[in-house]
């Protein structure tokens, strides 16, 4: 069996290929990203998820562009309150 394995050593295993022309994905490329969530409504995107026939993930990802569009649409208004804090400085 060995003698096999070593028979062609110094020969290519793969033939050499020539390059024409380099593609480019017409997809963005997507980027990992983490977000907390509690057990409860970690359950409740199973369960729907589940239920759509769908994974997590893509339910996610489907909640997450849903919202974006939303947003930029004017559909959705995020509150937000500003605060000031006034520090001591040390001498």
Do not use: C
Not at 29 to 42: A, D, F, G, L, M
Not at 47 to 58: Q, T, W
């Amino acid at each position: 069996m060995a003698k096999n394995t070593m028979k062609n050593i110094n020969q290519p295993t793969v033939k050499a290929t020539q390059v024409t022309q380099q593609t480019e994905d017409d997809k963005p490329k997507n980027y990992p990203i983490s977000v907390y969530v509690t057990e409860k409504e970690r359950d409740w995107l199973d369960d729907l998820a589940r239920g759509l026939g769908v994974s997590r993930h893509s339910l996610m990802q489907y909640g997450i562009r849903y919202f974006m569009k939303q947003y930029r649409d004017g559909k959705i208004e995020i509150p937000t309150e500003t605060k000031t804090v006034t520090e001591i400085q040390s001498p």
